[in-house]
């Protein structure tokens, strides 16, 4: 399968939600790690591209010097030093990519004193085992935007697994793998069971795939996996994001919910929601994804697996919601006379939990 030239015509639709989702996530990402006890941080975007589409629509090495700008203030002041590597591979696109990032740090010289930036021209398969120290050893947000059969290859995800603070989001043409899946240019590369990723429905591929990923992990891993599926046109395409921190994994399911307030997983109505607000003649009324949440978490408080705040907001994380999802349903528990809590909110966030060692313990009536 050949690699498609992503940038000779204007970003889709699908294109766009992916870079917001990018960009989103470095806007949440970046004052963690500025405000922190770190003063170097590094930021790897390995599929670059020219730095826009042709319309002049900014891609991802764009919007994180633009992201960087926007905290210039608090990266001065806290002497924080901000590592970019930018790679392409194509020799023409990286000329581009190098004019059009060194153009916008031209006209921004406050971003060009805070940062120092590589430009990389290189195989990404040759490139990320260099980099892969470094990775280890420093805070640092990777974007792996894959275009190409041999960098789909799943061994990426399990190096990232063996680094402690490093955050990614994994870019999949999960289409093709439900096309190509099964020849052996795939399978020397993603060793994925395709029978089992097509027992769903299409549209869930990308699903299927990070599931497949989640089983490879190994048993004590503290990584987490999220899908972020993308439609565009007929073609399903994903976002793998993967995180060891909660607070990381918060900021991430944060972004995605801003996206799409239905599911907070894809940029379309995955399972229908919108549909399951209607009465089905024969089923009655069918849950959506929010309500489905409510009704299990209101079980285990109820049957006392779930007993604080803590355990609560972990449980939210797990199943892909917020702790604002979890807190009004503990909230509605109350006002029900269904359990106690001393506090007048149940402080289901990261904030209260981890900076405000806020414990929150309840009692059911």
Not at 1 to 15: Q, R, S, V, W, Y
Not at 198 to 227: A, C, G
Request: with cysteine; hydrophobic share 35%; charged share 25%.
């Amino acid at each position: 399968m050949p690699i498609k030239n992503l940038h000779a015509k204007a970003f889709d639709e699908g294109t766009i939600v992916k870079l917001e989702l990018f960009e989103e996530y470095a806007k949440a990402w970046l004052p963690t790690f500025i405000m922190s006890q770190y003063k170097e941080i590094w930021i790897f975007d390995f599929f670059a591209g020219t730095g826009y589409d042709i319309d002049g629509n900014p891609g991802s090495p764009i919007r994180l010097l633009q992201q960087i700008k926007n905290q210039i203030g608090p990266i001065f002041q806290h002497k924080i030093r901000i590592n970019l590597c930018i790679n392409e591979f194509e020799p023409k696109k990286y000329q581009q990519l190098v004019q059009s990032c060194n153009d916008y740090l031209e006209k921004n010289q406050d971003v060009k004193r805070a940062i120092s930036i590589y430009y990389k021209n290189c195989d990404f398969a040759e490139l990320f085992p260099k980099t892969l120290s470094t990775i280890q050893r420093f805070p640092s947000l990777v974007y792996l935007d894959q275009n190409g059969i041999k960098f789909a290859a799943d061994k990426y995800i399990l190096e990232l697994e063996q680094t402690d603070t490093t955050d990614f989001l994994f870019f999949i043409s999960s289409s093709y793998i439900w096309r190509f899946g099964d020849t052996p240019a795939f399978q020397d590369c993603l060793h994925i069971d395709m029978a089992k990723a097509k027992e769903n429905p299409y549209k869930y591929i990308h699903t299927s795939i990070l599931e497949q990923f989640k089983d490879k992990l190994p048993k004590e891993t503290k990584l987490t996996l999220y899908p972020f599926t993308i439609k565009k046109g007929k073609n399903i395409y994903g976002i793998i994001f993967g995180a060891k921190h909660p607070r990381a994994v918060d900021k991430f399911l944060k972004t995605a919910w801003e996206v799409n307030e239905i599911n907070g997983a894809a940029n379309f109505d995955i399972d229908e929601d919108n549909a399951k607000q209607q009465l089905d003649i024969f089923e009655g009324k069918r849950l959506s994804k929010i309500e489905s949440f409510y009704q299990t978490l209101r079980a285990k408080v109820l049957s006392g697996e779930l007993k604080d705040n803590q355990a609560v907001f972990h449980f939210a994380l797990s199943e892909g919601h917020l702790g604002k999802h979890a807190s009004d349903e503990i909230k509605r528990m109350k006002k029900e006379g269904l359990l106690d809590y001393p506090e007048k909110a149940p402080l289901i966030n990261y904030e209260q939990i981890y900076k405000n060692q806020r414990q929150v313990t309840f009692t059911l009536k």
